[in-house]
C-alpha cells in the first residue's frame, strides 16, 4: 500500500486538457474533482470576505458607541455576514468540496452518477452567490434583517430582501440537486464488493446529509417563496396586519434551518472520522453504531427546530415537546464522540497537522454542545435567549464544528488533491494560533451572554467592555493563524509532489490511487473485499 | 430497461384505475355537499389519501417496482406528517 | 438496486435516473408540503371565513379540471406502458392527447382566474387589501397554491413534449424509454397535488 504506484503516464485531473483549455476547461469540465476543487475556490473567497465582515463587527465592538459604523452599516453587515457564512460557505462547506471530491472515489466510482447535474450545480450555486452578495449594492442597501428573515420586519423594511432572498432560494436548489447527485451516486455506483456496510464512514454521513437536504430545503425554498410574493404582490402570509401568523414563519424557518445545522455538521463529523481513524491507525470503533447515529441525527434532527423559537409566544406544550426531542438528538452526537475517543485508545497515534486539527474539532465542539445543552433547556434558554451567549454557541458549532473540520479535512487530503506536500511544522503552528484566538473570541461571549449583553447591537453598555476588547483581539490572532494556514498551503503548491500517494497510511480507496488522482480515477474498477477500515 | 423482469401494466387496467379515480372524485364532491359537521374535512381527505395512494401505486408504478421505491416513499411521507403533528403542537395548544 | 453492473456503460443507467426523479419529486412534495402546513394552519385558526370564502370558488370548474387531470394521468400512463410494448403510433397519440388536456386545464384555469381578476379579485388589488384577515389568507393561499401548481403543469408539458419529440424522432423507443417514464411520472406528481388541492379549496364544509 505504501509505495508509490507508478502510472504517471495517464495525464491527472489538474494537468488534463479536453476540449477547451485553461480557464474555460474547467467551467465547463464534468469531472467531479474539479468541480470540487471550483467549489473549493469560490467557497474560500467568500469565507474569507466573511471573515473580513466578522473582524469589521469585532472592531466596531472593541469599545462602547461609535467606532467605525453606525446602527444601519451594522445591521446590514451582520446580515450579509450571516448570509455568506451560512448559505455560501457552511452549508454547503464539506459536502460540496469534499464530497465531490472524494466520494465517488472512496466508493470506487468513476464519477457521480449525474456529472452534467454536478456542474449545473456549481452554477445554480455561483449564480445564487452572486444575487446573495448582490442585494449589498443594488436597490436600497443591505438587507437588516438578520439571515432569518424573521417576519413581519422582513416584510416591512426597505432594503434588499427580495434580492438576498431569492438568491438564498437559488443557493437551496443548488443544494438539493447536490444531496439528489450523491444519494443516487450511493446507490448505484459503489464498486464490485461495496456493500454498504463497507462503505467509508465520510460517505455515510453525505447519504444522511442528502436526505436533509432533499426534504428540508423545498420547505424553507416555497417559504422564501412567499416571503417575495407577500413583498412583491402585497398578499398576506405572515403579516399580522393582513391575519398572518408571524410564528409560522419562523417554524417554516426552522423547518428547515435547523436540519440545516445538521447539513453543515454531519459531513463534518464524518470527515473527522476517517481523520481519527486514520491517524490512530486502528480500525474504527463501533462500525454500525456510527452509521446508526448518523442516520438518527439526520433523522431526529429534523424535528428539533422549534428550540430556536422557545420564547416566540409558540405553545407551552410545544415548547417541552421541542426541549425534549433536543435532549434526544444529543444522544447520537455523544455517541460519535464516544467512538472517536474509543477509536484513539491504543492506537499508535500519528501526531500530524490533520490529526491536529481534528482533535482542535472536538474539542471546540464539545463546547458548542454543552453550551447547547444550556439553550436547548428551557428554563435557562429564557434567562440567555438572543444574547451574545446563543452567538457564541453557535459559532463555536458552526465555525468551530465546520469550519475546524473544514480545515482538518483541507489537510488530510491536501496531499492527494494537489499531490503536494505542506510544511507541517508551519501548519501546526497556524493551527495553535487559530485555535487560540478562536477561543479568545468566543469564549469571553459566553460570558458576555450571561451578563445580558444582547446580540446584533453596534453598541453596548460601559459594564461590557473588558470581554469585549479580549474577544477583538481575539479576532485579530484567530486571522493571523487563518493567514498562517492559508499562506502555508498556498505555498505548497509549488513544494515537492515525491511519495505521496499515501502519507498517512490511509486504508480508504481514494488513498490506493494517485497523487492527484488520474481523470478516470482508477485504472481499473477496483474490487472491494474487505471492511472500510482494515487495520491488522 | 429499468428493472429485470420489467412489468407492464395493461392498457385495460389503466382505464381502470382512472374509472375508479373519476368515481372517488364522483362520491368527494357527493359526501362534501351534505352535513356530516367535522366528518365533511376527515372524509374529504381519506378520500383523497386513497386517490393518491391509487395514483402512487398504480400509475407510478410503484406497486411492481422494486420494494426501495415503496419504502422511501412511506419514509417521506411519514416524515412529511410527522412535520404535521409537531407543528400543530403549537397551534393546538397555544 | 444492489445490482452493480454500472460500469461498462457509464452513461446510461435508467435505474439512476428514475431514482433521481423520484428523490426530486420528494422534494417538489415537500416543496407543496410547506405550503399545505402553512394552509392547515390559517385554515385551523380561521374555520369560518375559509368555509365562506370558498364559495366564490366554483365546484364545477373545479371537478372538470380534476376529471382532466385524471384522464391526462391516464393517457400518459398508456403511453408508458404502449412504448414498451413497441406501440408507437398509440404512444405518439396518447402524448399528443396529454398535452392537450393540458393545455385545457389551463385554458380553464386562465377563465376561473380571469373571473376572479375581473372582479378586481387578484393578488394586490384593492378589494383584496380590504378583505377581512381570513378571506385574505384564504386567497393568498389559493392564488399562491393553484399558481404554483399552474407553473408545474408547464413543466410537466416541457418534459412530456421533449418526451413527445423524442419518441417522434426514434430517440425514445422500447428499450430506452427512462426519458418517457420520468416524464410520467413528474406529471402524476402534477396529478397527485392537485388531488389534495381539490377539495381542499373548493371543497370545504
Known amino acids: 500500500m505504501a509505495e508509490h504506484t507508478e502510472h504517471k503516464h495517464e495525464p491527472n485531473y489538474l494537468e488534463y486538457q479536453g476540449k477547451y483549455k485553461g480557464l474555460l476547461g474547467w467551467l465547463t469540465s464534468t469531472d467531479h474533482k474539479r468541480i470540487g476543487l471550483m467549489y473549493f475556490y469560490a467557497m474560500m473567497t467568500f469565507f474569507l470576505s466573511g471573515v473580513v465582515m466578522g473582524l469589521l463587527m469585532k472592531l466596531e465592538l472593541i469599545a462602547p458607541g461609535e467606532q467605525l459604523m453606525g446602527a444601519q452599516t451594522y445591521n446590514g453587515l451582520f446580515t450579509v455576514h450571516g448570509l455568506t457564512m451560512i448559505f455560501l460557505f457552511v452549508i454547503p462547506g464539506v459536502a460540496a468540496v469534499f464530497g465531490n471530491l472524494f466520494l465517488p472515489i472512496m466508493i470506487g466510482a468513476k464519477d457521480v452518477s449525474f456529472p452534467r447535474l454536478n456542474l449545473f450545480s456549481w452554477y445554480l450555486y455561483m449564480i445564487g452567490a452572486m444575487v446573495v452578495l448582490g442585494s449589498q449594492f443594488i436597490g436600497d442597501g443591505p438587507p437588516d434583517t438578520g439571515w432569518t428573515f424573521y417576519a413581519p420586519y422582513s416584510l416591512k423594511t426597505n432594503t434588499n430582501v427580495v434580492f438576498a432572498v431569492t438568491g438564498a432560494f437559488i443557493l437551496g436548489f443548488s443544494s438539493i440537486l447536490t444531496g439528489l447527485n450523491f444519494i443516487v451516486t450511493m446507490h448505484r455506483l459503489r464498486a464490485p464488493g461495496m456493500g454498504w456496510m463497507r462503505m467509508p464512514l465520510f460517505c455515510w454521513t453525505l447519504y444522511g446529509t442528502g436526505w436533509i437536504q432533499l426534504l428540508a430545503t423545498p420547505v424553507v425554498g416555497i417559504t422564501f417563496l412567499m416571503v417575495v410574493a407577500e413583498r412583491t404582490l402585497g398578499i398576506g402570509f405572515f403579516d399580522p396586519a393582513l391575519g398572518g401568523d408571524p410564528i409560522l414563519y419562523q417554524h417554516l424557518f426552522w423547518i428547515y434551518s435547523h436540519p440545516a445545522v445538521y447539513i453543515m455538521i454531519l459531513p463534518a463529523m464524518g470527515a473527522i472520522t476517517e481523520i481519527v481513524i486514520t491517524f490512530s491507525r486502528k480500525t474504527v470503533f463501533g462500525y454500525t453504531a456510527m452509521v446508526i447515529s448518523s442516520m438518527a441525527i439526520a433523522f431526529v434532527g429534523y424535528f428539533v427546530w422549534g428550540h430556536h423559537m422557545y420564547t416566540s409566544g409558540m405553545s407551552s406544550t410545544a415548547r417541552w415537546v421541542f426541549s425534549f426531542i433536543t435532549f434526544l438528538v444529543a444522544i447520537p452526537s455523544a455517541i460519535k464522540v464516544f467512538n472517536w475517543t474509543a477509536t484513539l485508545y491504543k492506537g499508535s497515534i500519528n501526531l500530524q497537522t490533520p490529526f491536529f486539527w481534528a482533535i482542535g474539532f472536538i474539542f471546540v465542539f464539545m463546547i458548542g454542545g454543552f453550551s447547547g445543552l444550556v439553550l436547548g433547556s428551557l428554563a435557562t434558554d429564557i434567562h440567555v435567549h438572543d444574547t451574545a451567549f446563543v452567538v457564541a454557541h453557535f459559532h463555536y458549532i458552526v465555525f468551530g464544528g465546520t469550519g475546524f473540520a473544514f480545515f482538518a479535512a483541507l489537510h488530510y487530503w491536501y496531499p492527494k488533491i494537489y499531490g503536494k506536500v505542506y510544511n507541517g511544522k508551519v501548519a501546526n503552528i497556524g493551527l495553535v494560533i487559530f485555535f487560540t484566538g478562536f477561543n479568545l473570541l468566543y469564549f469571553p461571549m459566553f460570558v458576555l451572554g450571561i451578563m445580558g449583553m444582547p446580540r446584533r447591537y453596534y453598541d453596548y453598555l460601559p459594564m461590557f467592555h473588558t470581554p469585549n476588547i479580549i474577544s477583538t483581539v481575539g479576532s485579530w490572532i484567530l486571522a493571523i493563524g487563518l493567514i498562517i494556514v492559508i499562506v502555508n498551503l498556498l505555498r505548497a503548491r509549488k513544494g515537492s509532489g515525491k511519495e505521496i500517494d499515501n502519507p498517512w497510511d490511509g486504508r480508504t480507496l481514494e488513498w490506493s490511487i494517485a497523487s492527484p488522482p488520474i481523470v478516470e480515477n482508477f485504472e481499473e474498477v477496483p474490487t472491494v473485499d474487505h471492511e472500510a477500515y482494515d487495520y491488522k | 430497461m429499468s428493472e429485470n423482469n420489467h412489468h407492464i401494466s395493461s392498457y385495460k387496467d389503466h382505464l381502470l384505475v382512472l374509472l375508479i379515480l373519476i368515481f372517488l372524485t364522483v362520491i368527494t364532491v357527493a359526501i362534501t355537499s351534505i352535513e356530516l359537521g367535522p366528518f365533511n374535512t376527515a372524509a374529504a381527505m381519506l378520500i383523497a389519501s386513497v386517490k393518491a395512494a391509487v395514483v402512487l401505486l398504480y400509475f407510478m408504478h410503484l406497486k411492481f417496482d422494486h420494494k426501495i421505491y415503496r419504502i422511501t416513499v412511506g419514509i417521506v411521507l411519514a416524515i412529511y406528517a410527522a412535520v404535521i403533528v409537531v407543528t400543530f403542537f403549537d397551534y393546538f395548544y397555544r | ?205
Open chain 3, 1 to 205: 438496486m444492489e445490482t452493480t453492473t454500472h460500469h461498462e456503460d457509464l452513461h446510461r443507467d435508467d435505474t439512476a435516473s428514475k431514482l433521481g426523479m423520484w428523490l426530486f419529486i420528494f422534494t417538489e412534495i415537500l416543496l407543496f408540503g410547506g405550503m399545505f402546513i402553512v394552509y392547515s394552519v390559517y385554515r385551523y385558526k380561521n374555520p369560518v371565513a375559509f368555509h365562506i370564502a370558498h364559495e366564490e370558488l366554483s365546484i364545477p370548474m373545479g371537478f372538470i379540471n380534476t376529471v382532466i387531470l385524471l384522464i391526462s394521468s391516464a393517457t400518459v400512463a398508456i403511453s408508458i406502458s404502449s412504448i414498451q410494448k413497441g406501440d408507437r403510433k398509440l404512444t405518439i397519440r396518447m402524448l399528443v392527447v396529454t398535452l392537450l388536456l393540458a393545455l385545457t386545464f389551463l385554458i380553464n384555469k386562465y377563465f376561473e382566474w380571469g373571473a376572479k381578476f375581473e372582479h378586481g379579485m387578484y393578488p394586490g388589488s384593492d378589494l383584496m387589501a380590504n378583505l377581512s384577515h381570513g378571506d385574505m389568507l384564504f386567497f393568498s393561499l389559493y392564488f399562491f397554491m393553484t399558481g404554483l401548481h399552474a407553473v408545474h403543469i408547464i413543466v410537466g408539458m416541457i418534459l412530456l413534449g421533449v418526451s413527445l419529440y423524442k419518441v417522434q424522432k426514434g430517440l425514445v423507443h422500447s428499450t430506452r424509454f427512462a426519458l418517457l417514464e420520468n416524464s410520467g411520472l413528474y406529471w402524476h406528481l402534477v396529478d397527485l397535488i392537485w388531488i389534495f388541492l381539490f377539495p381542499l379549496f373548493y371543497l370545504i364544509h
